[in-house]
Every structure is written in structure tokens, then in C-alpha cells.
């Protein structure tokens, strides 16, 4: 669709205002309005640029420039992709419902271009992803290609290494080989680099070291450092073989992974000029996200198709933050970011120029104070040429409270961090009704869980996010423990994970007792005898299983009452699930989710962030299941298994901030949020900024020489002359080393400052002198010296330097390392919480007695017996299972109202439990609708409202259907007789709103119908017409097959149909997609209804229908109004 001329052009005040948002700063307003060629903008922390690059869309659309279609956005993460593209549709359908369009362009060519069209907005993997779909053939890649998960490359790089014949002169284990494989073919791949350049340049190398003269005095054997450097270049050399092999592999097995989509979309790119060509007519703007973390074959990508000097220059806008360049370890190359304005020109007088450069530099997050210390960590990068100013806070930003401390050692700082974090949870929560976000972010995983226990003594509710990967997360860990128990009986650690894990608590001794029933189990003799070989003992340990004991758990009287009941109960619930283990694979996951109660566990935490592990893992569940050639339990778990080493336990769900506990996360995984309320501890020497050791190169085999580097110009040299003898070679490797460990220092530095300006309004910063171990006390960090030293020179002071500990004495013991601490053994899930817990389930039960005819009761559970070496008493528990979690509909904002006959509130929160326990009895679960529907989805919620819900709930992998397959090759049939563009998406396949179609793949038969029927003769003034639209805040979202003009000059869109002829009691819930259809058109066409007819074409059984009574825009109103929405 062409763009439409504008006469008059709007600014961005002026769209700001008629679209009833804020009007844009004036350094917001330069960048939205900027002109119409290549900018890079620097946008510092908080800065508003996601708003601002949604404003640069509206603005570049509403005044003609461009129509939404080609408006192409790319970011890293789907979650930002969702974000930005979802913020961008939101106010282009402001737009469109504004009274600004029918000012600037009354003839209404403005308003139906926006109307019609909506931009792209993908992460960057995904764009390649869909580049190399449609032109892989010219490379060539098979379309049907697949592509491996991280998890599918472990497994068949472990599969090269496990058959290697050759000898790879290694003690190196063939799952660490398998890792280092894939580490290198990454590296070769990002950078475009072939194994025979990486071969030669390796081994010059080696020649430059091994022929290298001694110098005067030195010995005959190669130096010790020498030898380090030389090991590491030779173990590289040997993997190279390797890697050909893992490619070989992927080719014959039709497979590509991520590193090759990015580079093989980077090789189309920069070799195929009609790639580029087909590109850039495609898309008249492009929007580029968080440029820093681009690597270089994201780089030679992007820069091939929408700049260099060859073709004439485009508006694409580079948004990004030098200072907040935090993933080099991964691939990204900070230097991107400052190249850009060379890599995409815009065209000057008599020359092409570098591109604009802008910056937004308040933030709209951050209080001065704070900044101040952000600023001052960064103040170091500036003076190397970072590229960003300072940061400013905005005008009328309220005060930091800001605590800064050194305590003697870690258990000190974890108390001083808990204690301050709950006096200013406490306090927000008492003064206005509700606690503030709050967050603690740490250098390494290894002090979430500490730091988390240390909070939770206090009473705080607190997650830790991410300790792992998603196998990790307490929910997900629970639910594959079943699942492993469930395929291996003797899967001993699962079974120990369930046993004394939250839900069953089974104490020691009852855990005792049900080994030794295993072993009873697997032999006469409950005991090995004295005399027994050695082997036999072996090989009776590895037959017994805990849970065969806990299916056979033997005589009541070995355990306590309380200990055999939940033993007793476990078995009965892995009796049943082993049952139904002929359920489909996603099947049975959400069946032991259920049964295991974990969705209930996970509505405990409000809103989605209490799902997100769960669904992230039924996502690979269903991937799994849609790709594996044998989706069995048993292949699933081996699949897991590999997937804890390959992936670090695959990647956990999104992270999101919530405001009803303390989340405990790395820096590296807070990048992008913020929270009111921040800690950043253990800014303590060699932990933050982390000990500085070079990861060079030269000593890591995985890595590539920094001469072949896409990045190299910016990196150290290697300068090593002819001639040079071995102390020479070893002063220039040693110099080359100091280079790269520089560079981690300044990517240390730019984490800290991530960390600072994470903080909306309070930050508490800390480190500490001992930790647990060390003979040799750390102290703190430079960056925490640093923060300490810009807080006392303040005037007016910043913040308050609550503690500062003084050095401990030379020759000080670690008072820590002799002070060993107990705790209770299984742990109590409530903790502190236990006593309120208790008396709110008493008050609950005995409401919910009375209400009983019969109410039953069950004789308190006995002391356990306590295990033969640990007093471990096990803490009382609720009597039964059933936990009924109100709806937050069910709550009202009443906390200032106390009754006086319930200070504590019980009675009415049993009243509310009640009340959602008879409804949960009597109604199905209610799910939201998302905040899109497809046209399809649209009609099963008119003909079964109750199955839409459970596909929503749990997408399941749909079986192979030679219908839609059959659809798809008609509508490419007809697309090209119509010689217009594809006729579907994905999500809208023919015949995905139909049911029973017959089973029939007579392709030439659906032709010859087509050319009998009364649509043959006649051309469609437009296909495949997608439209958007907002109803009852649900965008629903559709694409028209063919609309035909009639006679009468009204219109016809026609869907085609490969199916059966509906059912009468079928046809009312299938005419809502011909409705939906008819309001569509009327809108883009500013028509009204009447005008418009709509009709289904059953081209086997050359069928017209024409259904009388379609839905009106209030019909359509009304189906939706009365569904719950996100």
C-alpha cells in the first residue's frame, strides 16, 4: 500500500494530544520527529525509549511517511518484542480512532491505510529465522528444515564426540568435549568464520611458539606459560575435525541451531543482492533495539539489508545504551553500537555522512541521588570514550533513600541487607495498604539462597528467581521428580526430592525406615551379611528403590501414624498416574500437575507470575512432543536429563516484577526491569567486579583468535614480530592477555551500573570483610570504595553510610570458618508463617465442619519417632488437602475497617474461602481470554466456549492433518490463478473452523470444482486482506480470502472452504467468522454493513452459502462483554 501525501505535517505535541497521552520532552520530541535517514540514539536508563519508539512509529505513519505494514521493529527478547509491538498497535489504533486523521487528509486514504496494515515486530533470531524460510533455497536450505533447541544440538554434538575414532590427546570427559564443541561452532558461526581459516591461523600460531629461539639464560624445555598457551591452540586444532562432523551431521539430518540461522540469514544477506532488494521494498522504516547486544552476524545482517553505501539510505533507527553492554560473554559486541552511524550513512550534500545522533538522557525512573552514584560508576567508561553522558533525573523527581554499609563478614551483611529490606517493606505496606516492589541483585547464583533464607527468618515472602535454569525452579523440579519416579523406579534422588520436599515432609526416620524396606524388597535378607562380596552389597543397593517401598511401604508399626499416612497417600497418587501413563505426553505433565496439586501451589502467587515456570515448561513439553519421532515418558526424561547439562537446565520462564514479594535474582537477569525498593549486595574484591582472570584466547580453546573476529578492529592486538625468541613471544602474549582483562573490568563496571539503576527510589548498597571460607579477609570492591567515597564528599549528603567496619588486623583469623550452623531437617515451607498459617486452616476447618451433615475428623497424628542420629521433629500440618484460593474479585479494599469481634481478620477471610469453595464446586475454570483472538478462535468460543478455554489454558499439539495440508495446497493454487500474494498465515489455515471435512485428497477433484463454480469467471478486487480490530478491549485479528465487487457496487467477501457442507446446528457459530468478516470490510471501506455481504464457498461440493443473519458490530459486542479478560 503507498503512502499517502500529507500537505500540512503533524509534530509529535500535536499526535501526542489527540491521542490523549503525555506530550514528548523536547529530546523525545527530536528523536520522534527526527528526519526521515539512518539514527543512532543513545538511551541512557529509564529513559522512556520503548514509548519513544512507538511515538516514531505513529508519528512516521500519521504523517504519510510510511503505512504500518512496512514498518519493521527487532529486539532481543520475546517478551520485549510482545511489548514494543503491542504498545506500537495500541497507539496506531488510537490513531486510527482520532479525530487528528480526518483533519490532516479528510479524503480518508490516511485513516484506511492505518486501518488496514500493522507493523512487524520480531525478535532478531526470529526475523532471521523467517529470512532464511523464504530464501534458504538459494544457499540452499531445504525449507522444511528444523531447528534444534539447544537441548537437540547437546545431544548430537554428544553423539559426534561419543563415536570419535580418533584420539583427541585428552582427560577432558566426552560431556565437557561435547560443551567445547559447541562453544567453538558458535563462535565460528557468529563470526562468519570457516574451520579451515581458524585451522590455518591456529596453527601459524603454534609454529610462531614451538620455533621461537631461548633467550639468553633460558632453559631448553618451552616456558610454563608458553606451554599453557600451547596446549590451548592444539586442543583447538584437535577439535576442529569435530566441529565439520557436528555440521556434516546437521545436514544430512535436515537440522539446523541458532548459530547457523544467524549466520546463514547474515550469508543471504550480504551475497544475494535480490534478497536485499525483495527487503527493503518490503519495509520503508526499521526499528532497532537494544543495538549494543548485537553480535557481528547480526550485524553483517542488518547492515547488508537496510544500509551500506551501495543502496540509497532508509530511516532505520538504532536505539541502544553503551553504558548498560552487559553480554559480551555471550557474543555481543559493544562496538556495534558507535560503528552504526558508519554502517548505515545517510546521504549529505555532495557525500554520504555518518548518521544522526541523538540522545535521551533523563530518566524517568531514577531520583538524582541515585543517579549521582550510577554516574560516578561510570564516570571511568566515559573518560575511555564510552559515548553517553550523564544521566539527569526529570524535573519535579521525588528523593532517594539510600543505605550504604561494610560489615565485618557475609553473615553480618546478610542480616544488615534482610533487616533493612523489611523495615522498609513493613513500613510501605503499613503506610499505604500495600508492600513496595522490592528486589535483591546479585553477582553470583551462589548467594540467592542465603540471602533469600536470611529474609524469610524476618517474616518477607521472597522468590528466588532463576537460582537455576527452569529445572530448577522449585514448582518444575517437583513436577519432573514425578515424572522420573514415574519412568524409574529407582530414580533415588526424585524419589528423595518428593519424600522430604515441601508437600510431604517425611522426617528422617520415617525415610530410614523406608530403606530399609527397599532392601527388604530386593532381598531375603533385610541386611547384607558381613560376609558378603562387596558386589552383591553393590548390586542390591542399586535394585532397591524408594518407591517401591513406598508402593509396598510393609507393616505400619516401622514408621509414625503420621509418617505411613502421607507415605501411604504418595503411593495411592503414583499408583493412579501410573494408570493413565498411556495419556499423550503434554497429557500426562498436566495430569501430574494437577494431581501433585502444583496449579494450586501456583495460584498461591496472584496474577500470571505465578504460572510462568509451569507454562514455560508445558511449552517444552509440547515442542518436545510435536518434534521428538518417539514423544514416550521415557525419552522425555532422557531428554531432561541432557537438558540440565546442555542448557543449564533450560531457560526458566520470563521474569517479571511483582509487588507482593522480595524477588532474589541476578544483575544480569534484572536488565530491563526496576523495583521501588533495591539491594545490591557482596560488592566485595574478587566477587563484584568478579576476580580478574584472562579468558582470553589464548588459554581458552573454545574461543576464537581475536585477528578473525567480526569485532577485531576493536579488540587488543597481537603484535608479535619476526624473529622474536620465547621471552619476546611470552611478553607480547602476556601484553596481548591484559588487553582482554581490561575489557572484562569495563563489562564488570557497566554491570554495576546496570544494578544501580535498577532502583526507582530506595538502594541499599553493601559488602563485607569475611566471607565463609577464605583464610584472608576481602574487603570491599572498588566499586563499593568508590560508591562510599561519593556519598561522604556529598553536599547535601546523598544517602547515609549506615556501617563501615574497620580492616580486620594482619594475621586475623576468619572468625566465620570454625562457627558451623544448624538447621531444622526437612525444612518447613511456612517458616515463621506456621502459627497464623495454623490458626487461619483451625477457623477454616471448623466452618467448614459445620456446614457438614456429617463432618469427619481424623485423631491427630502421632510424634514421630526421632531418627537414630538428628532430633528432627516434623512441624504440624493442615489436616486434608483441599485448598481453595479466592478469586482477587472476591477481596475489597477494606484494611482500614476492623471488626472488633475479628481484629485478625479470620473470620472473614474463612467467609471468602468458603465462598469460593462453592464456587469452585459448581463452576468450571474460568480463563481469560487473551488480549487477541483470531477470527478461528472467535467462532469456538461461540460453538464451545469450554474447549477454546482449555486449548488456552494448555496448547496442546494438534495430530497431523492431511486436511489442512490439503486447504493449504488449494489456497496456493488459487493464489497463484488470482496472481496474488500467500492467501494465509499459519494461524489461519483452511478449514480451522471447520469440522467434520471429508476425508478426501483428490486435489485435481477441488480444481475441476473450482473452475465449474461461479467464482471462476470473476476477479476479486483484493486477497488475503488482514485487518485488525478493537472490541470490547479484544484485538481480533483475521485475513480475508477474496472480496469480489458486485454489480449493485456494494461488495462480497468470500472464504473458501475445502470441507463438508456444515451441519444446520453448526452453521450459526461458523456465520460469526462471515460477520466478523463483513464489519471488517464496511470499516476499511467506510461503508455501511448493509453494503456488504459475505458467503462460504464449498468448492468440492461447488456450494454457495450465504447465511441470512450475521452478526452486527453489537452482536459481536455481546459475545465477547461477558467473557473474563486478561
Known sequence: ??????????????????????????????????????????????????????????????????????????????????????????????????????????????????????????????????????????????????????????????????????????????????????????????????????????????????????????????????????????????????????????????????????SLAAQL??????????????????????????????????????????????????????????????????????????????????????????????????????????????????????????????????????AVALLPDVRAEREWVADAMAQ??????????????????????????????????????????????????????????????????????????????????????????????????????????????PELV??????????????????????????????????????????????SLPELVADVERTMLLDVESLARPGSAGRAHLDAFAEVVTDYAETAPTATLLSFVDYLNTAAHAEDGLTPGEVQVVPDRVQVLTVHSAKGLEWEVVAVPHLVAEVFPGKRRSSSWLRTSTALPAHLRGDAADLPKLQIAEGYDRKEVQEALELHEEGFVAREADEERRLCYVALTRSERALLVSGHWWNESSTRAKGPSIFLSEIAEVMNEADPPLGVVDLWAEEPAEGEENPLVADSRTAQWPVDPLGDRRSGVATGVDLLLAEMAALEEEPESEPEAEPLPAADDDEIPLPPEPEDEEDYLPDDEYFEDDEDVIDPEDPDGWAADTDVLLAERA???????????????????????????????????????????????????FHSWLEQRFSGDRLLEIDDLPGAADVGEAPDTDFEALQEAFENSE?????????????????????????????????????????????????????????????????AWAALKKVPVERVRAAFHYVRHGHTLRPADLLDAEGLRALLRNVPQE
Open 1 to 262: 500500500m503507498s503512502p499517502v501525501v500529507i500537505a500540512n505535517p503533524v509534530g509529535p505535541a500535536e499526535i501526542a494530544d489527540a491521542l490523549g497521552l503525555h506530550r514528548p520532552t523536547p529530546e523525545q520530541a527530536t528523536v520522534i520527529a527526527s528526519p526521515v535517514e539512518p539514527s543512532l540514539v543513545v538511551a541512557g536508563a529509564g529513559a522512556g525509549k520503548t514509548e519513544t519508539m512507538a511515538a516514531r512509529v505513529v508519528w512516521l505513519v500519521a504523517n504519510g511517511i510510511v503505512s504500518p505494514e512496512r514498518v519493521l521493529g527487532l529486539t532481543f527478547t520475546r517478551k520485549a518484542a510482545r511489548q514494543l509491538g503491542e504498545r506500537v498497535r495500541a497507539r496506531l489504533r488510537r490513531l486510527a480512532g482520532s479525530g487528528l486523521l480526518e483533519r490532516i487528509d479528510p479524503s480518508g486514504a490516511l485513516r484506511a491505510t492505518v486501518v488496514a496494515g500493522e507493523p512487524t515486530v520480531l525478535t532478531y533470531h526470529a526475523y532471521a529465522g523467517r529470512l532464511l524460510s523464504e530464501h534458504g533455497l538459494r544457499l540452499p536450505v531445504q525449507p522444511g528444515v528444523r531447528l534444534l533447541s539447544e537441548t537437540s544440538s547437546w545431544q548430537l554434538a554428544h553423539r559426534v564426540v561419543s563415536t570419535w575414532d580418533n584420539d583427541l590427546d585428552t582427560d577432558r570427559v566426552p560431556p565437557t568435549v561435547t560443551a567445547q564443541l559447541l562453544a567453538l561452532a558458535g563462535e565460528l558461526g557468529e563470526h562468519l568464520i570457516s574451520t579451515e581459516k581458524l585451522g590455518q591461523y591456529t596453527e601459524w600460531l603454534c609454529e610462531v611458539i614451538e620455533n621461537a629461539p631461548r633467550a639468553k639464560g633460558q632453559r631448553a624445555s618451552l616456558p610454563v606459560k608458553l606451554q599453557e598457551v600451547l596446549a590451548a591452540q592444539r586442543f583447538r586444532l584437535a577439535l576442529l575435525p569435530l566441529v565439520e562432523d557436528y555440521h556434516r551431521r546437521k545436514r544430512a539430518e535436515g537440522a539446523l541451531d541458532f548459530a547457523d540461522q544467524m
Open 269 to 402: 544477506a550480504d551475497g544475494y543482492p535480490a534478497v536485499v532488494a525483495g527487503e527493503r521494498e518490503r519495509y520503508g522504516a526499521v526499528l532497532l533495539d537494544e543495538y549494543q547486544d548485537t553480535g557481528h552476524a547480526q550485524r553483517v545482517l542488518l547492515r547488508s539489508l537496510f544500509g551500506g553505501v551501495e543502496h540509497p539510505p532508509m530511516p532505520v533507527t538504532a536505539v541502544g545504551d553503551p553504558a548498560q553492554a552487559i553480554y559480551g560473554w555471550r557474543g555481543a559486541s559493544a562496538a556495534n553500537l558507535p560503528r552504526f552511524t558508519t554502517d548505515f550513512p545517510r546521504r549529505g550534500e555532495e557525500r554520504l555522512e555518518t548518521a544522526h545522533e541523538f540522545g535521551l538522557l533523563t530518566s524517568f525512573r531514577n531520583p538524582p541521588e541515585i543517579l549521582e552514584l550510577a554516574n560516578a560508576i561510570s564516570e571511568p567508561l566515559r573518560r575511555r570514550g564510552l559515548g553517553v553522558e550523564r544521566l539527569r533525573a526529570r524535573d519535579g523527581a521525588g528523593p532517594a533513600d539510600i
Open 424 to 533: 522498609r517493606w513493613h513500613a510501605e505496606k503499613e503506610e499505604s495498604g500495600k508492600p513496595p516492589t522490592a528486589a535483591v541483585l546479585v553477582r553470583r547464583r551462589a548467594d540467592m539462597a542465603p540471602i533469600a533464607a536470611e529474609m524469610r527468618m524476618r517474616g518477607l515472602p521472597v522468590e528466588v528467581v532463576g537460582l537455576g535454569g527452569l529445572l530448577d525452579e522449585p514448582e518444575v523440579a517437583d513436577l519432573v521428580s514425578t515424572l522420573r519416579v514415574l519412568a524409574d523406579p529407582l530414580a533415588g534422588s526424585a524419589a528423595a526430592r518428593l519424600l522430604t520436599g515441601a508437600r510431604w515432609r517425611i522426617a528422617a526416620a520415617d525415610v530410614a525406615a523406608l530403606w530399609r524396606r527397599a532392601n527388604e524388597l530386593t532381598s531375603p535378607e533385610p541386611r547384607a551379611k558381613e560376609g558378603d562380596e
Open 1015 to 1079: 467464482w471462476a469467471d470473476r476477479v476479486p478486487v483484493a486477497v488475503e486482506v488482514p485487518f485488525s480490530a478493537d472490541v470490547e478491549g479484544i484485538t481480533l485479528r483475521g485475513r480475508m480470502d477474496a472480496v469480489y465487487a458486485d454489480p449493485d457496487g456494494g461488495w462480497t467477501v468470500v472464504d473458501w472452504k475445502t470441507g463438508s457442507v456444515p451441519s444446520e446446528e453448526r452453521l450459526p457459530a461458523l456465520a460469526i467468522q462471515l460477520g466478523a468478516y463483513r464489519l
Open 919 to 969: 464456587r469452585s464446586q459448581s463452576t468450571v475454570d474460568r480463563v481469560a481470554l487473551p488480549a487477541q483472538l483470531s477470527v478461528s478462535q472467535l467462532v469456538d468460543l461461540a460453538s464451545d466456549a469450554d474447549a477454546l478455554a482449555q486449548r488456552l489454558r494448555r496448547p496442546l499439539p494438534l495430530p497431523p492433518n492431511t486436511f489442512a495440508r490439503r486447504g493449504t495446497a
Open 538 to 583: 553393590a548390586e542390591r543397593a542399586e535394585q532397591a528403590g524408594l518407591i517401591d517401598a513406598v508402593d509396598e511401604p510393609g507393616a505400619p508399626e516401622r514408621y509414625s501414624a503420621e509418617g505411613y499416612r502421607r507415605i501411604r497417600r504418595l503411593g495411592a497418587e503414583l499408583t493412579a498416574l501410573r494408570r493413565r501413563l498411556d495419556q
